[in-house]
């Protein structure tokens, strides 16, 4: 089945710092890709997502470029802030989705210092 | 934006007792919502998927007589976890869809803050 893998964490980056979190998938078709971050106390929230190959997501700075060759979706930020602090989640819906929910990764703690 | 509430945030209870966690959709009606569960430094785990006005839809694994699902009404569905046991103890969260799903078949849900179960 559909399956999402991503780099263990915790990542912990002194601000201002280059982010790349890394996550590849498995799934038949063309999925949609999906970034997640979950705020301490927080719930899921949408940070960006891309639809077919080669799309690039991006949001608050934050970018991943859909790439089927390589079947993934690396997380990137030129310059971290502390208020990035957070668990980042890679996810993937199949197409012809409907309301199919979503395959997650495991996610990964970012930390950023100041 | 679209909202999902859920209650309660955290809740407490003794081993043998059932809990009820509520998700609400707050400014949008959902028809399906989908309930997860998160363990410590893993991912969600979809449960069930809840559609209003008939019977929930549970993943493989998933007991539904453990898990009661009901969906009453369009902006509401519960989660009631029966005889709970302290391998019950989890992360809990909600989520739906507000609108429709565009046919590219992106999904955006939008999630609720969780509900995080303890059964002593």
């Known amino acids: ?114 | 934006g679209a909202v999902v509430s859920q209650h309660p945030s955290w809740v407490i209870c003794k081993s043998g007792t059932s809990v009820k966690i509520e998700c609400r959709s707050l400014d949008f009606q959902a028809t399906t919502m989908f309930w997860y569960r998160q363990f410590p430094k893993q991912s969600l785990m979809l449960m069930a998927t809840s559609n209003e006005g008939s019977k929930a839809t549970y993943e493989q694994g998933v007991e539904k007589d453990k898990f009661l699902i009901n969906h009453a009404s369009l902006t509401l569905s519960t989660l009631t976890v029966t005889s709970a046991h302290p391998e019950d103890s989890s992360f809990y969260i909600c989520s739906a869809i507000p609108g429709l799903a565009p046919k590219s078949g992106a999904n955006v849900l939008t999630f609720g803050a969780g509900s995080r179960l303890t059964v002593l």
């Open chain 1, 1 to 114: 089945g559909d399956s999402v893998t991503q780099m263990e964490g915790p990542v912990t980056l002194s601000e201002e710092a280059c982010l790349t979190i890394n996550c590849t998938y498995t799934a038949t078709g063309y999925p949609s890709l999906f970034w997640y971050v979950q705020y301490p106390g927080e719930g899921l929230q949408l940070l960006l997502k891309a639809t077919k190959a080669d799309d690039k997501g991006s949001n608050k700075g934050f970018e991943a470029t859909y790439r089927k060759e390589t079947t993934s979706f690396h997380l990137e930020k030129g310059s971290v802030q502390v208020s990035d602090s957070a668990v980042y989640f890679c996810a993937l819906s199949g197409q012809n989705s409907g309301n199919t929910p979503l395959v997650f990764g495991k996610g990964t703690r970012l930390s950023v210092i100041a």
